[in-house]
T-cell receptor, first 113, second 113 residues
Framework: KNQVEQSPQSLIILEGKNCTLQ??????????LRWYKQDTGRGPVSLTI?????NTKSNGRYTATLDADTKQSSLHITASQLSDSASYIC????????????FGGGTRVLVKP | DADVTQTPRNRITKTGKRIMLECSQT?????MYWYRQDPGLGLRLIYY???????NKGEISDGYSVSRQAQAKFSLSLESAIPNQTALYFC????????????FGPGTRLTVL
């Protein structure tokens, strides 16, 4: 069964600090991995998307890494801002049936001033 | 988010009632999806449609039905709502067959009493 697990479930950081979120997956055959940001009461918004051949991708202060051998990904947030408070969802796509997505449960990040 | 709209945004109903959630998009995408999100769990796929004449069940379709009235409209119905259908419901669209990048609506919060 395809699964995506994220850790930690939640974390609190001070404004200006960095943090790293983890994602482990068992989706096969792998197509791509993306990170979404979901603000409270809103739909998820894509931050990055990586294919098998990519091992890092940045979007402003967000940097995602992918290790396809160990089936792990991380999302690093640099110099956090209050607006980074949100849930971050790791999503993996399988190469079958229209690239169906498997969603992780998310990491809830709270940035405090 | 404005490209994918959902109505209503919030709904409280009683057990046994029929409920319809509506989704409209102006992105011109062929593919549309319905997901539900429960606290601490990843989004789970209810139904998806690759075009007006193509409807497919997702992993949790029992108790739900859908209608693709036009390319831009995809409705989700709960024929007889039950309390464990209380959740956040998201509509998503995709026009990208290679990566299946999905764009989400703002969500509908449904409470079944």
């Amino acid at each position: 069964k395809n699964q995506v697990e994220q850790s930690p479930q939640s974390l609190i950081i001070l404004e200006g600090k960095n943090c790293t979120l983890q994602c482990n997956y068992t989706v096969s055959p792998f197509s791509n991995l993306r990170w979404y940001k979901q603000d409270t009461g809103r739909g998820p918004v894509s931050l990055t998307i990586m294919t098998f051949s990519e091992n890092t991708k940045s979007n402003g202060r967000y940097t995602a890494t992918l290790d396809a051998d160990t089936k792990q990904s991380s999302l690093h947030i640099t110099a956090s801002q209050l607006s980074d408070s949100a849930s971050y969802i790791c999503v993996v796509s399988a190469q079958a049936a229209g690239n169906k997505l498997t969603f992780g449960g998310g990491t809830r990040v709270l940035v405090k001033p | 988010d404005a490209d994918v709209t959902q109505t209503p945004r919030n709904r409280i109903t009683k057990t046994g009632k029929r409920i319809m959630l509506e989704c409209s998009q102006t992105k011109g995408h062929d593919r549309m999806y319905w997901y539900r999100q429960d606290p601490g769990l990843g989004l789970r796929l209810i139904y998806y449609s690759f075009d007006v004449k193509d409807i497919n069940k997702g992993e949790i379709s029992d108790g739900y039905s859908v209608s693709r009235q036009a390319q831009a409209k995809f409705s989700l119905s709960l024929e007889s709502a039950i309390p464990n259908q209380t959740a956040l419901y998201f509509c998503a669209t995709s026009g990208d067959r290679a990566y299946n990048e999905q764009f989400f609506g703002p969500g509908t919060r449904l409470t079944v009493l």
